[in-house]
């Protein structure tokens, strides 16, 4: 008797969902907007953009411990407090306020000439017809799978003869001539660009008598700015990052973040252990990190600001090859 | 009287293209087109360093001969180095045309995941990149936990299993560079009509069916260019072994500029050798589809 009323109670019950709604919530209509599905892409991509931060957030962790956390193996990502002295150590012994300046000098300068040469050049392969474009243009692209290992020695000898070296000048140099670091790059992205304008714009201008000098520094540019300021983050970024090259050129007169990070241990211990015994503090791991973060910070704030001219830019500027 | 102004417009046009280009021209020859002739000269060469300048002696091919019968090092850093890219590229095209298919679906927070993924090609420099390796950061935790490496090294020949755990002690640092690719795919992806899945759907095509019927013909061609993307970008990142045995034969007494010239040669027509073979491969398979859509 009891399982009759349990078995109709069920049906009556079973009769009033509607199972398609259910599943559509569940499963989607297209396949890819059901709770199951995003359920799994939310998934995914928490765990993986956790990997993929670890580094940093190792960075953050670690810097922060003091000698007694970073030996404690039950501290793993909270350190137990604050321990600011590995940031000031890692300050002092990178010579930060002065290596920040270099730095900013050899990256900012040739960063800036590289947005206007490169468009120069990239002006003129997207709008005048001239024999040997096509050729030209191919070599521009060629330039770009050319290691700099294969030009470096010459390139050495060539701004040694100059007596330019331990200077930011043979950055600046080859970036007034719209080479250097990635410039082929440079050159394609504003190319592409460049296409994109409509050319009665041009014509417009071109019967009002404006010269292609005018033409392109009255016109052009102007609306071409979201290009420029991709070429420049990029382009500063790079010359950041950049040691090798760098490394040559600055010799050991001047040296950039990055490249302060290969002497830090010396640096560390002509500043700290030099002092008296009581004081002597080894360099380890957590005052390495600190100086590390030292010397992506810079970049971590530049990004947190430009993120969606950096992220959109490629997008943008048509580089995938419209 | 007409054909005469064209011409003259066509060659005015033709020099303002020139001199438009003029800087990098001059550019190319002082700082590219000089340097590769300098530099292959010096590899076939002694270079000797006197206070004048640089002196060259020609030798012919003895640097070349040296670098792969004689030196104890820079086959073996070659080949590794090889096995390296031949593991490391599948792994960052993979990842990253993944991660580009996971950001396109229709999510929340899809700008702060895009702002996640980018980030690495900001700030990796390659000391950044070797303290975070040298530091333990790069290697995802769970790998020593559970004994993955051990295993790898007992059931591998040694010849593989060394690459192959030094891309495992490395990981993150090569999925850090799929970040340029991630977005590359994306733009691509973007291009795939929004109808065609709506269409596809409704004739019940699954999103597995839909990845490899709709997705991957688009994405294809950009999947080629990821692939040279993350050569050029391997190839050209400045902490690998061969590069800075390079750097270190230019200051060597007994080999100098003009073994490291040499170096450098045997190491960027790798690289060539290698992109010319992908190209090859990619552009067969481009034509076998061809003829089975035709037929």
């Known amino acids: 008797m009891k399982n009759i009323t349990f078995a109709k109670k069920t049906n009556f019950f079973l009769k009033h969902i509607n199972f398609d709604k259910i599943k559509i919530a569940l ?55 604050l321990y600011l002295q590995n940031y000031i ?69 060539t701004f040694f003869k100059l007596n330019l070296l331990g200077s930011p000048l043979p950055n600046i140099i080859q970036a007034i001539f719209a080479g250097g670091l990635k410039s082929a790059l440079f050159i394609l992205i ?25 033409i392109f520094y009255k016109i052009v540019l102007p609306i071409s700015i979201p290009a420029m300021v991709v070429v420049f983050l990029f382009s500063l970024v790079w010359h950041w990052n950049e040691t090798y090259m760098t490394s040559l050129f600055l010799g050991d007169k001047l040296t950039t973040l990055p490249l302060k990070l290969q002497t830090l241990n010396d640096e560390y211990s002509r500043l700290y ?50 | 009287m007409k054909k005469r102004y064209k011409l003259n417009h066509r060659r005015r046009e033709a020099i303002t293209g020139f001199l438009f280009i003029s800087p990098w021209i001059l550019g190319f020859l002082m700082f590219m087109m000089y340097p590769i002739y300098f530099s292959l000269k010096m590899s076939f060469s002694k270079v000797y360093i006197t206070t004048n300048g640089v002196d060259t002696q020609p030798i012919g091919f003895d640097n070349y001969k040296y670098a792969f019968l004689s030196d104890p090092d820079f086959v073996e850093k070659l080949l590794n180095f090889i096995k390296f890219t031949v593991i490391a590229v599948p792994i960052i095209v993979i990842f990253a045309l993944f991660v580009a298919l996971l950001i396109n679906q229709p999510i929340r927070f899809r ?66 560079y799929s970040g340029v690719q991630i977005l590359i795919f994306l733009a691509g992806l973007q291009k795939v009509n929004k109808q065609t899945f709506e269409a596809a759907a409704i004739d019940g095509a699954s999103p597995w069916e839909m990845f490899w019927k709709i997705i991957l013909p688009v994405v294809k061609p950009f999947i080629l260019i990821n692939i040279i993307y993350s050569i050029i970008d391997i190839f050209v990142y400045t902490s690998n072994d061969v590069i800075i045995m390079i750097k270190d034969n230019m200051f060597k007494v007994a080999t100098g500029y003009g073994y490291a010239s040499a170096l450098a040669w045997i190491y960027f027509s790798i690289i060539f050798v290698i992109l010319i073979i992908v190209l090859l491969i990619f552009s067969r398979k481009e034509e076998y589809f061809k003829i089975e859509k035709n037929g």
């Open chain 1, 273 to 322: 252990l030099s002092g008296s015994v009581r004081q002597r503090i080894d360099i380890n791991e957590s005052i390495r990190l600190a100086a590390t973060m030292l010397i992506i910070l810079p970049l971590l704030i530049l990004y947190l600001f430009a993120q969606k001219w950096f992220v959109e830019g490629i997008e943008r500027t048509g580089i995938t090859g419209e």
């Open chain 1, 190 to 214: 504003y190319r592409q660009f460049f296409t994109t304008i409509p050319p009665s714009l041009i014509e417009s201008a071109k019967i009002d008598g404006a010269n292609e000098l005018k």
């Open chain 2, 111 to 176: 700008g702060v995941f895009r702002a996640i993924f980018f980030l690495p090609v900001v700030i990796t420099s390659g000391e950044v990149m070797n303290e975070l390796f040298s530091q333990g950061a790069a290697s995802l935790p769970m790998l020593n936990k559970y004994g993955i490496i051990n295993f790898i090294r007992m059931s591998l020949s040694p010849a593989w299993a060394g690459p192959i755990i030094n891309i495992m002690q490395q990981f993150i640092l090569i999925l850090w």
């Open chain 1, 27 to 81: 499963l989607g209509r297209q396949g890819n907007d059901g709770i199951i599905f995003k359920t799994i892409v939310y998934y995914l991509l928490i765990s993986v953009g956790f990997i993929y931060l670890y580094p940093i957030l190792f960075i953050v962790s670690q810097s922060f411990k003091s000698l007694e956390d970073l030996l404690d193996p039950t501290v793993v990502w909270m350190p137990r407090r």
């Open chain 1, 89 to 157: 150590r890692a300050f002092y012994s990178l010579k930060y306020i002065e290596t920040l300046a270099v730095t900013m000098i050899n990256s900012f300068s040739p960063a800036i000439i590289q947005m206007f040469s490169c468009a120069l050049v990239g002006y003129g392969f997207a709008r005048f017809r001239f024999p040997f474009k096509n050729i030209l243009f191919g070599i521009v692209l060629f330039t770009f799978i050319i290691p700099t290992q294969v030009i470096m020695i010459p390139l050495f000898i």
